[in-house]
């Protein structure tokens, strides 16, 4: 089945500490998204890729690193430079980023700080 | 920089009664996204507008795009239990999209 899978469901960080959310997608899509969601609130953009090698910083990148080595990867690394990063995070792909290209979410990812 | 609101912000309805929930968003955009979240889960597409005056409907929800007057509307008809749930507006351009802050839609029997 093709669709997009983020791992793990829940994962817990110690303060100061560097943590890495997985998010795979065997759609064949060109651009892959990472979005933050706050508890009432909408989602927010952290980075994208339109394409491999490539990555362009969102709306709240800093404290967040990205890696594009692969089609099919988009890693999210939260850095011990993110002061609040509890939060649940969602990764999504879009066939290539253009108009009218819907973009597919993963089960999501929740962080918490302990 | 690209503000998306949507209003009401909670809404708590009767089965059987229509509502609709409104999406205003501030720079022009061409493209708008309906998404439904369940509590605790990922994002599911409904509706991608892609032009003034588009309109789709599924089910009991309808979905409209006014790019004039920057608008959309999403419309519940009937409205039944299983549609509870919160509905996110989005727009953008192709370097990711901007969203609402989420229509958080509760139908009580």
């Known amino acids: 089945d093709g669709g997009i899978t983020q791992s793990p469901k829940y994962l817990f960080r110690k303060e100061g500490q560097n943590v890495t959310l997985s998010c795979e997608q065997n759609l064949n899509h060109d651009a892959m998204y990472w979005y933050r969601q706050d508890p009432g609130q909408g989602l927010r953009l952290i980075y994208y890729?339109?394409?491999?090698?490539?990555?362009q910083k969102g709306d709240i990148a800093e404290g967040y690193s990205v890696s594009r080595e692969k089609k099919e990867s988009f890693p999210l690394t939260v850095t011990s430079a993110q002061k609040n990063p509890t939060a649940f995070y969602l990764c999504a792909s879009s066939i290539d980023g253009v108009a009218g290209s819907v973009a597919f979410f993963g089960q999501g990812t929740r962080l918490t700080v302990v | 920089e690209l503000k998306v609101e949507q209003n009401p912000l909670f809404l708590s309805m009767q089965e059987g009664k229509n509502y609709t929930i409104y999406c205003n968003y501030s720079?022009?955009?061409?493209?708008l996204y309906w998404y439904r979240q369940d509590p605790g889960k990922s994002l599911e597409s409904l509706f991608v507008l892609l032009s003034n005056g588009a309109v789709k409907q599924e089910g009991r929800l309808m979905a409209s795009l006014d790019t004039k007057a920057r608008l959309s509307t999403l419309h519940i008809t009937a409205a039944v239990h299983d549609l509870s749930a919160t509905y996110f507006c989005a727009t953008g351009p192709t370097d990711g999209l901007t969203f609402g802050k989420g229509t958080h839609l509760i139908i009580q029997p």
């Open positions: 720079t022009t955009s061409d493209r």
């Open positions: 890729s339109q394409i491999v090698n490539d990555f």
